[in-house]
């Protein structure tokens, strides 16, 4: 069972950025596509972005493009959540998640998550 790990949230004012990483245990990270998803209080989890596995497609909710980058370093097992413009509506709890696929299919449950992250945006 893949076990992924969150980190580097905490709280940052309203303009401000933020990055998130998300690190898989072995290389079984490398052959699957990732992806962020977020959860606001009293809200369903929504989905934020994916990447494929190599890094070469990038996929983004309306909500967030624009404003987040998804990246990953295969070498180092891990993905990264680039946030920046951040506003008082994406303070949730962010969770790294993917999918036993090379690429990233819209509407797909993932198969692995991680135990999230908070992020909050307030002056």
């Known amino acids: 069972q893949v076990q992924l790990v969150e980190s580097g949230g905490g709280l940052v004012q309203p303009g401000g950025s933020l990055r998130l990483s998300c690190a898989a245990p072995?290389?079984?990270?490398?052959?699957?596509?990732m992806g962020w998803f977020r959860q606001a209080p009293g809200e369903e989890r929504e989905f934020a972005g994916a990447?494929?596995?190599?890094?070469?497609?990038?996929y983004y909710a309306n909500s967030v493009k624009g404003r987040f980058t998804i990246s990953r370093d295969n070498a180092k097992n891990t993905m990264y959540l680039q946030m920046n413009s951040l506003e008082p509506e994406d303070t949730a709890v962010y969770f790294c998640a993917a999918w036993r696929s090379y690429i990233y299919t819209r509407g797909t449950e993932p198969d692995y998550w991680g135990q999230g992250t908070q992020v909050t945006v307030s002056s």
């Open positions: 072995d290389d079984t990270f490398s052959s699957y596509a």
């Open positions: 990447i494929n596995w190599r890094g070469s497609s990038t």
